[in-house]
């Protein structure tokens, strides 16, 4: 019978073998991004507002719902109070997108809206897109 530790008969004892672990790869500094802060900022602020507005309208709908059922002023359908948040937090959803390409990606702050900033990063993201791919089907 082998022992703890032991491999089959004849055999000595079994050692555990360490796998290579491979180097890391770090990005060189030229070729890493960074948001500027006053841009993370601005997106962030953005994404805040257009998201918590309407998971606010969302959570306000079930509380709405609720007090009209149960004072009797009205007798309101589950499937409309179901309805009415889920499309409140599906704006709550799209703000999240709006929030981040809405966002002025200069210096310059842009409007309060930033509707001129939209299609102006939506034309940046496709073309960093379409970077991404041809770097990444090249060998090597």
Known sequence: MASKG?????MGPIKPVKAPVP????KSPSRQQVIPEAVSNR????IAIATGVPT??????????????TRHIAEVPTGVTLAASGGCFL?????LSYGVLSASW???????????QIG?????????????RKGNNTPG
């Open 56 to 69: 606010l309208m969302g959570m306000g709908v079930f509380i709405g719902s609720y007090l009209l059922v």
């Open 23 to 26: 180097p890391i790869r770090q």
């Open 6 to 10: 032991m491999g089959p008969k004849g």
């Open 120 to 132: 102006v990063n939506i034309n940046r993201l496709r073309s960093s897109l379409k970077a991404m």
């Open 43 to 46: 997106m962030a602020r953005r």
């Open 106 to 116: 200069e210096d310059a702050p842009g409007s309060l809206l930033g509707n001129e």
């Open 91 to 95: 704006l709550g959803v799209l703000g």
